[in-house]
């Protein structure tokens, strides 16, 4: 483990990073509303539920298989989406429309591999090669676990461009640097247990305190994640 990373082309104590992003976190957290403390805290098992549909449009009638496909297809879709966006898509994507006939305001290679994911499920693939081959990153992935199994203690935060925004660095890019992301999940991780809760609550209440004001427009949300 190395004790100095790289964030913005600066020289960081990787314990500064971890003691940074515990304070700014816990700050969020101590500073949220009762309404967001409940849906932070409530975030990941609504997108269960959603996982669980979005499974069963896939025809999948084996239940943990059904949630863990709809958890990685939105999972895949995620970056650069609203959630509402995210979920709307997925769904279409669960019921066998084609990248042409498909709305999507995120990247085309994710609805791309959506897409992929599907087809290779669909036809019986194992789905651990076809998660291995198709969800790739450090925040697809936490992010498919968490939505899978939200009461799984051991789910590290997910970590993206809204908690780059809550640290005050300048760019997503600072969390591709080696070691960056793991010192950031621990400070979410020990804010979490400051707190008391999990470290995916932790991350969902944090990033509700930081999100745009939505003005009453579900659709206008970012994803969190």
């Given at each position: 483990?190395?004790?100095?990373?790289?964030?913005?082309?600066?020289?960081?104590?990787?314990?500064?990073?971890?003691?940074?992003?515990?304070?700014?976190?816990?700050?969020?957290?101590?500073?949220?509303?009762?309404?967001?403390?409940?849906?932070?805290?409530?975030?990941?098992?609504?997108?269960?539920?959603?996982?669980?549909?979005?499974?069963?449009?896939?025809?999948?009638?084996?239940?943990?298989?059904?949630?863990?496909?709809?958890?990685?297809?939105?999972?895949?879709?995620?970056?650069?989406?609203?959630?509402?966006?995210?979920?709307?898509?997925?769904?279409?994507?669960?019921?066998?429309?084609?990248?042409?006939?498909?709305?999507?305001?995120?990247?085309?290679?994710?609805?791309?591999?959506?897409?992929?994911?599907?087809?290779?499920?669909?036809?019986?693939d194992v789905w651990a090669e076809?998660?291995?081959?198709?969800?790739?990153?450090?925040?697809?992935?936490?992010?498919?676990?968490?939505?899978?199994?939200?009461?799984?203690?051991?789910?590290?935060?997910?970590?993206?461009?809204?908690?780059?925004?809550?640290?005050?660095?300048?760019?997503?890019?600072?969390?591709?640097?080696?070691?960056?992301?793991?010192?950031?999940?621990?400070?979410?991780?020990?804010?979490?247990?400051?707190?008391?809760?999990?470290?995916?609550?932790?991350?969902?209440?944090?990033?509700?305190?930081?999100?745009?004001?939505?003005?009453?427009?579900?659709?206008?949300?970012?994803?969190?994640?």
């Amino acid at each position: 483990m190395r004790d100095t990373l790289t964030i913005d082309s600066e020289k960081v104590a990787r314990a500064d990073i971890v003691a940074d992003v515990f304070d700014k976190v816990a700050g969020a957290i101590g500073s949220a509303s009762a309404e967001q403390w409940a849906e932070g805290l409530r975030w990941y098992a609504d997108a269960y539920a959603y996982a669980a549909e979005i499974g069963s449009a896939l025809g999948l009638t084996d239940q943990a298989k059904a949630i863990a496909a709809g958890a990685d297809i939105v999972a895949i879709l995620s970056p650069a989406c609203s959630w509402e966006h995210n979920v709307a898509v997925a769904f279409d994507v669960a019921l066998g429309l084609d990248q042409s006939d498909i709305v999507y305001q995120g990247y085309a290679s994710n609805l791309a591999k959506a897409i992929g994911y599907r087809n290779r499920i669909v036809a019986g693939d194992v789905w651990a090669e076809v998660r291995a081959d198709l969800l790739r990153g450090p925040k697809v992935n936490p992010f498919a676990d968490a939505i899978r199994s939200p009461w799984e203690p051991t789910n590290l935060p997910v970590i993206d461009r809204h908690m780059v925004t809550l640290c005050g660095w300048r760019r997503p890019k600072s969390l591709e640097n080696a070691g960056v992301m793991g010192a950031v999940q621990e400070g979410v991780s020990l804010a979490a247990a400051f707190f008391g809760i999990l470290p995916i609550q932790a991350q969902a209440i944090a990033w509700l305190t930081v999100r745009p004001d939505p003005a009453g427009d579900d659709d206008d949300l970012p994803t969190p994640f």
